[in-house]
């Protein structure tokens, strides 16, 4: 089977086709400037492809709803031009095949499940830490929806003792990502992460806020694996620190072998690498 | 169909004949003492009503995982006698019939969107606040079991500023059952709940830590419907509250008209009082 693949991006629109082994045989980035733009090279990518059906993950917030007269939108994002875009209806006109359409997190904790770090799994989160903090999540094997779907990362956090950063999220101020994504670790100490890299007591306080929300989750969703990928964890320091702080904070509450001995299988970098996300709306449409 | 069904709680057990619609024709109450009095009294009610398949929501922490040679144990619980008793084996002696198995609050969710305040939804948080905080959850249809359960009653919230109490979990301090289960209100104010009817600073603070849960729970997993309960909630003023502080947390960042206009409809009372769990047990069978 051909499928078509989007994993629709702030910054690019990755498109690719695949197999329903989620075996990736293309792929272009295009560059997200205005709907009109990105959207006629994207159709131009698989206007000849013959693609049998196509799978799209989105940034959002995006409207999941099948029954409601928006579906398919990217709805109320501050990016200029994109908000309240039918992004689905727009493919529509131009492939008369099948689409899958979820969030691009939800798409790569599939993508994840399916042929990744969570392979055979009914239940994963995954989450981006990066531009801003996004987490999909696969329980009991569905993609959680909703009411709308997860925004867990803009979930509240304690503050680090010795942080005054006032925190940059335009709703929340102080919450996950208004402390812990890109921008906040680079308005905090005037440098971007990773010219930061020999700097521990970076990494020691953005493992804090990282594992609080972890420690959440577990709680909350009880995920059986989490996987944690995005431009900041390219920081591969932040692995142990967070795993470390994350038990640090059950406290051995959470009676599973995973939690008690087997963290650094618990929570791991994306199998897929940076191909969760494609092989995610891959897998929207088997 | 005759159906038994069992809300098994700390305090004590409660037993009841139903049908496949959630109608409770009788029911008792039996002490939790030691699993060999008060399952010799379960037995008893049970032995002669003909029941053809029986339901069990339990209080925790339980096993849910079938392929477990512990599962339908209470697994890990500081109650007295009740660590690693294996509830549904020993009711499986004396009944031959099929048995549903989940936690007190999973049940009480199903309860609530079955026959509750989350008639037809496929996704509802059903909360109790009392002498522990629990929360079940169903997400896209299904119980939210995952690698355990959920244990979103010990999630780490901020504290109130003006609040001095330690905490009182003995696992985490001042996570949210630490600060706002029904002793934590009586250690910091030295008197029971209903007797503090009369002093506003108690409800507010209580409503802070309550909406920040509620907050982080919706924006984790996004559910259709938030319904609350427990011996804490008879303090009927903490609703609204509640909803005011969970708009201010939010503020206006999920953008649905149930969170944006209708919050008086989304955070509710459960709808089948003090039913829900037994109702929630007959449904696990259903």
């Known amino acids: 089977m051909i499928i078509g693949a989007i994993e629709a991006g702030g910054t690019k629109f990755v498109c690719g086709i695949g197999n329903e082994d989620g075996v990736i045989s293309e792929r272009v980035s295009i560059p997200t400037t205005t709907p009109e733009k990105t959207m006629t090279e994207v159709v131009a990518f698989f206007e000849d492809k013959g693609i049998e059906a196509l799978g799209i993950g989105s940034f959002g917030p995006v409207e999941l709803d099948q029954s409601s007269s928006t579906y398919g939108f990217i709805t109320s994002t501050p990016k200029p031009h994109w908000a309240q875009f039918d992004l689905v209806g727009e493919l529509k006109k131009h492939f008369d095949v099948p689409v899958g359409f979820d969030t691009d997190v939800n798409a790569a904790a599939l993508g ?9 799994l009914d239940s994963c989160l995954y989450m981006t830490v990066g531009t801003g903090i996004g987490v999909g999540a696969l ?26 950063f006032a925190g940059r999220c335009p709703f929340h101020g102080d919450c996950l990502e208004g402390m812990a994504a890109g921008p906040a670790i680079q308005d905090r100490w005037g440098k971007k992460g990773h010219e930061l ?35 900041v964890m390219k920081q591969k320091q932040l692995y142990p620190l967070v795993r470390e702080k994350v038990k640090e904070i059950l406290n051995g509450y959470v009676q599973h072998e995973q939690i008690l001995e087997r963290m650094d299988e618990y929570i791991v970098a994306p199998g897929l690498g940076d191909n969760a996300g494609l092989a995610g709306a891959i897998g929207l449409v088997r």
Chains 1, 2 share one sequence.
């Open 197 to 231: 890299e020999g700097s521990p007591e970076v990494w020691e306080m953005e493992a804090h806020y990282l594992a609080q929300a972890i420690a959440n989750y577990v709680l909350i969703l009880s995920p059986k694996k989490v996987i944690v990928g995005g431009g």
């Open 139 to 164: 329980a009991e094997g569905k993609l959680v929806h909703g009411l709308t779907h997860p925004e867990m990362g803009h979930i509240m956090v304690r503050r680090h003792k010795d942080d005054t």
């Open 112 to 120: 994840e499940s399916l042929w990744g770090a969570a392979k055979g």
